[in-house]
């Protein structure tokens, strides 16, 4: 899946989050949270545990998937 490294990725992240994947913050269950802000500016990078993403307020996620990620 090709996600833009900056912006709003909404279409890609909902598709994610429809799919199983999980999202993770301080080694705890954001998912619900995370549902709710889909639409914020992100910015994305590319983690050993899945894709990390960061929010406007410099809050960190993980999110966890099995789809392949390529950062364009």
């Given amino acids: ?3 833009k490294k900056y ?3 909404t279409r ?9 994947a999980r999202i993770f913050k301080d080694n705890s ?10 639409g914020y500016d ?5 983690h050993s545990k899945g ?3 960061v ?3 410099g ?5 966890e998937s099995e789809e392949k990620f390529e950062i364009v």
Avoid: P, S
């Avoid at 890609?12 to 199983?20: A, C, H, I, V, Y």
């Avoid at 954001?30 to 709710?36: G, P, R, Y």
């Avoid at 992100?42 to 590319?46: E, G, K, Q, S, V």
């Fill in 59 to 63: 809050d960190t996620f993980i999110l």
């Fill in 12 to 20: 890609q992240l909902k598709k994610l989050l429809e799919n199983g």
């Fill in 29 to 38: 269950d954001w998912t619900q949270v995370f549902k709710a802000v889909v």
């Fill in 7 to 9: 912006g709003k990725n």
């Fill in 55 to 57: 929010d406007c307020l």
């Fill in 42 to 46: 992100f910015t994305f990078r590319l």
């Fill in 1 to 3: 899946m090709k996600i």
């Fill in 51 to 53: 894709l990390e993403i």
